[in-house]
Each structure stands twice: as structure tokens, then as C-alpha cells.
């Protein structure tokens, strides 16, 4: 009878262990999928939205958007006719290629020597990475009269130029930020192969590392054209010629100074659309698997951090009684210290920057924010420059500080569960 416990009790433990290490898993796939619904519902629900305005007229979408008794393809045939489409997106597709193409060389270029060469004063290295951090506080609005002025004396407005060159610069910060959190960790045993079989400095950087840096070329290409295609400032400042018209700047023309045409602007923003997200749809195989583990944007970042996080630690304080509240907040959470610094900084500066959520919704002067507050030197006829800059530097001071104090913690979280190779 002894015999007979002493063999089957080992066989009931190896059968529960299973058990109880799947879940740990269970729980973290549980709150995943959760989140992920969640995270899908935020982002189409604007969309559709979008989709649904733009089959109704203008008295619906002001008086009751929520009737879709009346819909129609007026406004489609409206953006059709008024808009000129396929010069709009041959302009836009030039410009998204051009200046693209050349910011993820120039940063990969950047990034690699930030991470290979050695510096004599170990300084430099952290001052160089500072300074490309510090290109993400920069907003674009303080950036639009130097650009503009710059581009005045180079004979550059009204030209291609005039967009790609600033496109490139401030392409540079995010790139340059997210290829060296990839180099950092990226195994030194290739390179010491590659090198011991004659590998130059150029075939070592770009045969070798770069074509492995697919799924991050992949990420930066799509974020950049999605840039590019959405933006503009830069292109209804810099941009005088209606044959050099953008997709952002054709959707803009159907609101006026006092009317708006709500139906037609939902119809262009849709046909808008669309190419975006076929450009999402034919890439997600290679964007998907280093958008959860790498992107600074805090569902992204904290699932790429939860799917890689060892399952040892839950697993051991389920075992010393701990519940779904002390593991997740108690255990958990501040083990994530590098992802959280890094959200709050990112978040911030987004906050301290934001400018159009700003303008449209606050009338009080006692909520002026920041952004609005260096606006006031612009007035519709006159712009006091010195005045702007000034206040424009003031600005920059407390986001600078912020990214110097923790620029460390940043790097870390953007590279926190990332998948090399």
C-alpha cells in the first residue's frame, strides 16, 4: 500500500504542475485580450464615426448625427468632383518616398555610430543621444517661421524641398531613438563573424546589421508615411501652388472661413483613409511583432512588457497566497519602473505641446495653456517673432531638464521586451 502512494503521489504532482503554471498565463492572456478589445474599440469607433458622417448632409450631421434614416453618396461625389485626387496623392506619395527613404538611412547611419564607435570623452555619446531626445520636445508650431524663413533664403518655397527637408528633421529624434534601443542589445557574435570574414566597416553596417533590422524599418516606414501623409502645417505653410496640393491640404479645402462643409470633409477624410490602412493591412505581418514589444505608447509598450515578463515571479507569489490585485500592482507593476518613466515623459510632453485640442476646445483665459500662451504673438495680420522665440525657449527649458534627467530611463523602456533578430 506504501509502495503504491509513494508512485502515484510523484504522478499527481508532475500532472498538477502543468496546471498551475498555465495559470499565471491564463490570467496575463485574459487581461491581454481585454485591454486588446478595448484598444480596438478606442481606435474604431473615430473611424467609423468618420465612415457613417460621411453618407449624411450637413443639416443631419449638425441637428442629429445620430439619424441614419437619410443616407446618401452626395458627398462623396462632391469630394470627387472638387478635389483633383490623383495629383493629391502623386504629391503626397513624393514627398512621403523622398523624405522617408532618406530619414531612416540617415538614422540607422546616426544610431549606429551612436552605439559603435568609441567615444574619448564618454560624455559626447550621452550629449549626442540627449540631443536627438531632446528633438521630440521641439513642437512643430515653434518650428514653422524659422522653417519658412530658412526656406525664403534658399529659394526653396513652393518646392518639394521645402517639405522633405523638414519631413527628414523631424523624422530624425523618434528613428534615431528607436534604432538604437535595437542596436544596444543587437548580438555582438554576428558582427564579431561577420568582421573575422573580412567584413568592412560598410558591408558590416549595411549587409550584415541593417537587413536584420527588418521588422524596425518596417515600423519606422509605415509611422513615417502615416506622418507624412497626415501632415500639415508644414504644408499649408510652405506650399503656394495649387498643382502641389497634398491629401491634408486638399481635405482642408472644403472648410472655409465661416462655413464648413461637414459631409464633404468626412467623404475626402475617408478616401483619405483608405490607403492608409491598406498600407496597414499589406504590412502587419512584419509591423505587428515590434509594434507590441518596442513602440512608446502605453497599451503597446506595457503588452510587449507583460508578454516577455518571466513567469516565475507571478508564479511564486501566487504560491505565497498573493491575488489578481497584489500580483498586478503589488509584484508586477513596479517592476516596470522603465516603461512607466518612459510613458509619463512622452505623455507629458505630449500635454505640454498639444496645440489643436487646445485652440478648438478652450475660450476662458484662465486655461491658457502653454502652446496657446506662445501663440498669442501671432495675430492675423502680424506675428511679433522675437517676442515668439523667446517664449518658444522658455518653453523648451522644463521639457529639456525633463529629458536630461530621465533620458536613461527612457532609452531602457523603449527597449524593454523587445525581439532581436
Known amino acids: ?128 543621444r540627449f540631443y536627438f531626445l531632446a528633438g521630440l520636445a521641439i513642437p512643430v508650431y515653434i518650428l514653422l517661421f524659422p522653417v519658412y524663413k530658412l526656406n525664403i533664403e534658399l529659394g526653396l518655397y513652393g518646392t518639394y524641398a521645402a517639405l522633405i527637408l523638414p519631413y527628414i528633421a523631424t523624422q530624425l529624434p523618434f528613428n534615431v531613438l528607436l534604432f538604437t534601443g535595437f542596436l544596444t542589445d543587437f548580438p555582438g557574435e554576428i558582427e564579431e563573424a561577420a568582421i573575422i570574414d573580412g567584413a568592412g566597416l560598410f558591408t558590416l553596417s549595411w549587409r550584415v546589421v541593417f537587413p536584420l533590422m527588418r521588422p524596425v524599418i518596417a515600423t519606422l516606414l509605415i509611422l513615417n508615411i502615416i506622418y507624412v501623409w497626415n501632415e500639415f502645417p508644414f504644408a499649408v505653410t510652405l506650399i503656394n501652388n495649387p498643382a502641389m496640393t497634398t491629401i491634408s491640404l486638399g481635405v482642408s479645402q472644403f472648410q472655409g472661413f465661416w462655413t464648413v462643409d461637414y459631409g464633404a470633409m468626412m467623404a475626402s477624410a475617408t478616401l483619405v483613409l483608405l490607403p492608409q490602412l491598406a498600407l496597414y493591412g499589406i504590412f502587419a505581418a512584419l509591423i505587428l511583432p515590434y509594434i507590441a514589444t518596442q513602440l512608446p505608447f502605453n497599451v503597446l509598450l506595457f503588452t510587449g512588457f507583460l508578454t516577455d515578463f518571466p513567469g516565475e515571479i507571478e508564479e ?106
Open 316 to 421: 511564486a507569489a501566487i504560491i505565497d497566497g498573493a491575488g489578481l490585485f497584489t500580483l498586478s500592482w503589488r509584484v508586477v507593476f513596479p517592476l516596470m519602473r522603465p516603461v512607466i518613466a518612459t510613458l509619463l515623459i512622452l505623455n507629458i510632453i505630449y500635454v505640454w505641446n498639444e496645440f489643436p485640442f487646445a485652440v478648438t476646445l478652450i475660450n476662458n483665459p484662465a486655461m491658457t495653456t502653454i502652446s496657446l500662451g506662445v501663440s498669442q504673438f501671432q495675430g492675423f495680420w502680424t506675428v511679433d517673432y522675437g517676442a515668439m522665440m523667446a517664449s518658444a525657449t522658455l518653453v523648451l527649458l522644463p521639457q529639456l531638464a525633463l529629458y536630461g534627467i530621465f533620458q536613461r530611463y527612457v532609452v531602457a523602456g523603449m527597449t524593454f521586451g523587445a525581439v532581436k533578430g
Open 1 to 128: 500500500m506504501s509502495s503504491t502512494l509513494s508512485t502515484t503521489a510523484p504522478r499527481l504532482a508532475r500532472r498538477d504542475a502543468p496546471t498551475q503554471e498555465r495559470r499565471p498565463r491564463r490570467r496575463r492572456l485574459g487581461v491581454a485580450a481585454i485591454v486588446a478589445y478595448l484598444v480596438t474599440f478606442v481606435l474604431i469607433l473615430p473611424m467609423a464615426w468618420v465612415v457613417l458622417l460621411s453618407f449624411q448632409s450637413n443639416d443631419n450631421i449638425l441637428r442629429d448625427p445620430l439619424n441614419f434614416s437619410h443616407l446618401s453618396w452626395a458627398n462623396y461625389s462632391t469630394a470627387m468632383s472638387t478635389l483633383n485626387l490623383m495629383t493629391m496623392y502623386k504629391n503626397t506619395l513624393i514627398l512621403a518616398i523622398v523624405s522617408v527613404s532618406v530619414g531612416v538611412v540617415i538614422s540607422f547611419m546616426a544610431a549606429y555610430a551612436l552605439t559603435r564607435m568609441v567615444f574619448r570623452r564618454p560624455g559626447l555619446q550621452k550629449s549626442l
